[in-house]
């Protein structure tokens, strides 16, 4: 089983600059996956990127890039360019390949400012 | 295309009382899920189904039961509601039978047991 840990319960930024949020995870699988989800106050979630623990190069979507270190066991977030529809809850979510689960962390709360 | 729908959005019960949440995805996924979203928390994995006709259970499936009535439809039962099982609960589905890190999620069901 995976533990996901995500140690910032909140953040603040400045509309435009970029912002890095935390995630650390734990397993001892070999295949698994690491995520983000958006979850606006609508309540929603949302996907916003993926990173598989084979894959060589950090992931990107967009303004979206995750900084994958599997040596520190680290999945971390890049936003750039924050925008103020950014502000919302994100969780970082793993996902071992051999189950049919994701394991969410506790999430970031993420306040854009003007 | 609706996506994943869920129903009712919001629902009242008393301690004892049973009741059937609803989902609904019209994307022909094979696996659908029931996730609880606790107050500052992610998400945690109530019951899946990879396809017609299979149930597993998640992470927290006490007090729940499932039915995966066709492809399209996945129904989580609270048999007797306890005040613990308070929470907004959240409909997903993905494509494969297998592992998808990919999961498209409903608006969610936000739950009150008195």
């Known amino acids: 089983a995976q533990k996901i840990t995500q140690t910032q319960p909140g953040m603040f930024v400045q509309e435009k600059e970029a912002v890095t949020l935390d995630c650390t995870y734990d397993?001892?699988?070999?295949?698994?996956?690491l995520f983000w989800y958006k979850q606006p106050s609508s309540g929603e979630m949302i996907f916003l990127i993926y990173?598989?623990?084979?894959?060589?190069q950090n992931a990107t979507e967009g303004r979206y890039s995750l900084n994958f270190q599997k040596a520190r066991k680290s999945a971390n977030l890049v936003i750039s360019a924050s925008q103020l529809g950014d502000s919302a809850m994100y969780f970082c979510?793993?996902?071992?390949?051999?189950?049919?689960?994701?394991?969410f962390g506790s999430g970031t709360r993420l306040q854009v400012q003007p | 295309n609706a996506g994943v729908t869920q129903t009712p959005k919001f629902q009242v019960l008393k301690t004892g009382q049973s009741m059937t949440l609803q989902c609904a995805q019209d994307m022909n996924h094979n696996s659908m899920y029931w996730y609880r979203q606790d107050p500052g928390m992610g998400l945690r994995l109530i019951y899946y189904?990879?396809?017609?006709?299979?149930?597993d259970k998640g992470e927290v499936p006490n007090g729940y039961n499932v039915s995966r009535l066709n492809k399209r439809e996945f129904s989580l039962r609270l048999e007797s509601a306890a005040p613990s099982q308070t929470s907004v609960y959240f409909c997903a589905s993905s494509p494969g039978v297998y592992f998808s890190y990919e999961q498209y999620f409903g608006p969610g069901t936000r739950l009150t047991v008195t």
């Open positions: 990173q598989g623990s084979y894959d060589e």
């Open positions: 189904s990879a396809s017609e006709g299979t149930t």
């Open positions: 979510v793993g996902g071992d390949t051999g189950r049919r689960a994701l394991t």
């Open positions: 397993t001892s699988d070999q295949s698994y996956g």
